[in-house]
């Protein structure tokens, strides 16, 4: 099932025909799409289809079977070769993200920034005012609640400036009611700052919110690839219907 879900103009980030095979095993398989600049494409399916795997080729922390990929149109991984992570300016959110305990808020957002004391201390004071958190920027993290850390962490993660941001379920330790306010922020400000998200759920309804193209993977392969609206109203099989029939 190779399809080409690439799309004009210059897509910032491009993945062509990853594969991931663990002996005989394909965990991904033939797995290509593109996101343009300020766009988020989220990769949706059930726990165990492939999308962390898919996640951890562009960052470059697990190597491909197969395939490549490309950031401005220049190849990071291919065959024979690999860009290494820290080079590859991509940045990364888990729903694991742990701040540094024994960093301020200030210092936990600077720490991977590169340039004067001074151009460092105005990017941390843009970006914690961006996530309102400027009058926390002396705390430490355990001073903060769960959504306010969550804050720091997207504050960090966007500091060096990364081409493309990578979030892997980055909301599901969030309760309810926090979780609909930071899903909104943190889409304004990955659109503010122009960043390439690809964002990776298991929740249709998380999918439908905040991607402008949804990839639908199953058993590896992307199955159906297209906008909220068409995934949602144009169901490619019985089974993707069944996947989103649980939401209203
Ligand atoms: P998802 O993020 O969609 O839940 P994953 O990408 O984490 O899925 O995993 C896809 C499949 O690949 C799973 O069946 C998982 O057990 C398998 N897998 C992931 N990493 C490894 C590994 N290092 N060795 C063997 N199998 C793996
Ligand atoms: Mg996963």
Known sequence: MSQDHTQSPQPRLEVRNLTRRFGDR????????SVAPGQVTCLLGPSGCGKSTTLRMIAGVDRQSSGE?????EMICGPNFSLPPEKRRIGLMFQDFALFPHLSVADNVSFGLEGSKAEKRARVAELLEKVGLSWAMDDFPHMLSGGEQQRVALARALAPRPRIMLMDEPF?????RLRDDIRDETLALLKDEGTA???????????LRMGQEIAL?????????GTPYNIYNAPVDREAMAFFSDIN
Do not use: C, K, W
């Not at 599901?172 to 309810?176: E, F």
């Not at 998200?197 to 999918?207: C, F, I, K, Y």
């Open 69 to 73: 990929v490309y950031v401005d149109g």
């Open 172 to 176: 599901s330790g969030l309760d309810n």
């Open 197 to 207: 998200v690809v964002l990776v759920t298991h929740e249709p309804e998380e999918a």
């Open 26 to 33: 394909e965990v991904v398989r033939d797995v290509s799409f």
């Open 217 to 225: 993977m199953r058993d590896g392969s992307i199955v159906q690839f």
